[in-house]
């Protein structure tokens, strides 16, 4: 059976809601029970956005071969996905300096949901 239209645009809205406050749950929390421990590190966002994109394309590489020329656009991709997130998490140092831990808790759920929001959109561009 056939879907309309409209009942694709309600499920990609259902996908976007559903991931955006997945991510903002996940922010919130990382938010809330944020402690700061040690000075924050823009190397450390850096050095492991970098392994952590270099894990994630080589086990795709090594599953799927994909041509060089998109396995380097994945790569950007990825990176820019990971030190997003992981200067999003850094930032909280900074945000609770600045307002302490509602200002912490704000930062992380917006951060949240905008990747959640991101997510959503790759998944429905799939």
Known sequence: MKKSKSS???????LLR???????????YFGYFFRP?????LALV??????????TVGLQAVRKRP???ILLKDALATWVKYALLLAALEGRH???VMGGKAAVVVLTTLAGALMGAWLAYEKRET
């Open 67 to 69: 041509p060089v020329s």
């Open 94 to 96: 900074w945000a609770y």
């Open 37 to 41: 421990l040690r000075e924050p590190s």
């Open 18 to 28: 559903r991931y955006v406050l997945t991510g903002a749950a996940i922010g919130l």
């Open 46 to 55: 850096i050095g492991l956005s970098l392994l952590a994109a270099v894990a």
């Open 8 to 14: 694709d645009a309600g499920l990609s809205t259902s």
